[in-house]
């Protein structure tokens, strides 16, 4: 994963209308996680509530562990909530946390043309009365998935740009509850473990929602993708049809990809997630129910066009700087796309897309074709001293393994 900033944009981005100040919505295509997330109307900022340890540890990787910030959503900043924040109060804030964030230039410049920066009003925020906490409360399992707190994380939104994103949740571990959990949840989680692939494999799916999906149109929402929701991955996968229940997400003629097509995708996610696996075997941490977001583009049209588009850039680029470098194997789209040599690559594409980046905005402003991130850290902290997180990784080499396969 070259950059914590996906490589690919929309070509035209620009020139879409600016969001007015009550544009923000709610987010729709969670397919797991806590309710109230928002994004912006054009959907490129994601906006999630979260504790002041999710915020650390955001902040954290953004100064400190660089390679494991890649790894996350490129991080804009935080927000403040309180009782009578509304999303107009939210809008407010985004031009100047934007315009101070640690982000690349052209990131933050993108963002910006998306805003109404001559058409706001400052927000003074309101005096927070911070919970005391008794470590004596039982605990009581939160059935609104809404989490209560005073502070959102910005970040850009992975399924941004994408014509039709088809997209998964994967939640990682055997074990899914922090140390300071109270008994009550602990068994619980550790039933959910016993119960489903965490056991084996050390992930299970929590959600994924699929572009025609399935050919029984009753079962496809408005915009024509199919959901599973957490109790499929929960009660309908299992070891015996794990792989069957992956290739749903995957190979789909009804939406035209064909096998071809998806065992291209499939190896682009194995070459990631052996990323993912060396950058967590370097470094002390230790996360308890994040998961890994698996986003690419679900239309087969759409997605070869996209792909097509890519080869195209690399060629003009090649012949522009006169290179005398052999062809490559990998061409990087988005989070580090590997296409065969074989199906993708040509004696005249000698360039990948990391280089690319270094050209102006238009050169670099390719569709996009998959995105791989981890998320949810709101029970995630820096261990040095205690070593790679084993409890995490188990899940990501079986991700890895399955995708492989997949791939083959």
């Keep these: 994963m070259p950059s914590s900033r996906d490589s690919s944009k929309t070509t035209g981005s620009r020139d879409r209308e600016l969001p007015k100040r009550d544009d923000l919505k709610d987010y729709n295509y969670a397919v797991a996680g806590h309710a109230g997330t928002m994004c912006d109307a054009d959907g490129e900022l994601f906006i999630k509530p979260c504790t002041k340890s999710e915020v650390d540890f955001y902040e954290s990787a953004h100064m400190l562990h660089p390679d494991f910030a890649e790894l996350m959503p490129l991080y804009i900043g935080t927000l403040s909530l309180n009782e009578s924040t509304d999303q107009a109060a939210i809008h407010a804030q985004i031009p100047g946390l934007v315009e101070h964030a640690d982000i690349p230039f052209s990131v933050k410049e993108e963002i910006q043309s998306h805003l109404h920066l001559d058409d706001r009003t400052p927000i003074v925020d309101a005096p927070v009365q911070k919970e005391i906490m008794s470590d004596n409360v039982k605990w009581i399992p939160n059935k609104t998935r809404k989490i209560m707190t005073d502070r959102a994380v910005v970040l850009e939104n992975a399924s941004f740009?994408?014509?039709?994103?088809?997209?998964?949740?994967?939640?990682?571990?055997?074990?899914?509850?922090?140390?300071?959990?109270?008994?009550?949840?602990?068994?619980?989680?550790?039933?959910?473990?016993?119960?489903?692939?965490?056991?084996?494999?050390?992930?299970?799916?929590?959600g994924m929602r699929v572009y025609n999906g399935s050919t029984d149109k009753s079962e496809l929402d408005a915009e024509g993708f199919k959901i599973y929701d957490k109790d499929w991955g929960r009660f309908s996968v299992n070891d015996s049809n794990l792989i069957d229940s992956f290739k749903k997400f995957i190979f789909n003629k009804a939406a035209g990809i064909d096998e071809d097509l998806g065992k291209l995708i499939a190896g682009a996610f194995a070459q990631d997630l052996r990323r993912v696996q060396e950058v967590l075997e370097k470094e002390e941490s230790r996360m308890y129910s994040s998961s890994l977001l698996f986003v690419f583009e679900g239309d087969g049209a759409a997605l070869r066009e996209a792909i097509s588009e890519v080869k195209a850039s690399a060629v003009v680029s090649d012949h522009k700087r006169g290179s005398t470098r052999g062809p490559v194997s990998t061409l990087r789209v988005d989070s580090g796309i590997g296409m065969s040599e074989e199906e993708l690559c040509d004696p005249t594409m000698t360039e990948d897309l990391d280089d690319l980046e270094d050209d102006s905005d238009d050169e670099s402003s390719f569709p996009h074709i998959y995105t791989l991130k981890l998320i949810d850290f709101a029970h995630a902290a820096w261990k040095p001293g205690q070593g790679p997180d084993e409890n995490v990784l188990l899940g990501v080499r079986s991700l890895a393994k399955i995708f492989e396969d997949m791939s083959e």
């Design 161 to 206: 740009g994408y014509k039709k994103p088809n997209i998964m949740d994967a939640k990682l571990g055997i074990r899914l509850w922090a140390d300071d959990a109270p008994l009550e949840k602990k068994e619980r989680f550790d039933k959910i473990t016993d119960e489903t692939t965490h056991k084996k494999f050390g992930f299970r799916v929590a």
